[in-house]
Nanobody, 115 residues
C-alpha cells in the first residue's frame, strides 16, 4: 500500500512563504504524475499543481507565478514552494500520486495564512 506523508504546513503571515513536502513510501518513478490539491473550509477540494514523471509541470490559475512544484527522485519527495501567500490560500493541502489504475492520497497538512 502506497503511503504519502505531507509536511511543512503551518501559520504564515500574508505575503510570506511556505514549502510543503510530500514523501512517498515507494519510488516516485512508479507514478505517472503527482499533484497537490487543497481544500478550504466549506469548499470543494481543488487542484493546485501537477508534476509528471517526465518533469512537466502545470498550475491552477490561483497559484501561477506564486507556486512551484518540484520533485526529488532520490528522496521520493514532491515539494510545493509557495510564496506571496494570501489569506485565500488557507486550506488543507493534500498530496496525490497517480498510477494507471489507482490514485493515492496523503492525509493533508494545514496551511493558514493570517496576520
Amino acid at each position: 500500500q502506497v503511503q504519502l506523508v505531507e509536511s511543512g504546513g503551518g501559520l504564515v503571515q500574508p505575503g510570506g512563504s511556505l514549502r510543503l513536502s510530500c514523501t512517498a513510501s515507494e519510488s516516485i518513478f512508479n507514478f505517472n504524475a503527482m499533484d497537490w490539491y487543497r481544500q478550504a473550509p466549506g469548499k470543494q477540494r481543488e487542484w493546485v499543481a501537477t508534476i509528471t514523471s517526465g518533469g512537466s509541470t502545470s498550475y491552477a490559475d490561483s497559484g501561477k507565478g506564486r507556486f512551484t512544484i518540484s520533485k526529488d527522485n532520490a528522496k521520493n519527495t514532491v515539494d510545493l514552494q509557495m510564496s506571496s501567500l494570501k489569506p485565500d490560500d488557507t486550506a488543507v493541502y493534500y498530496c496525490n500520486a497517480r498510477k494507471t489504475f489507482r490514485t493515492y492520497w496523503g492525509q493533508g497538512t494545514q496551511v493558514t495564512v493570517s496576520s
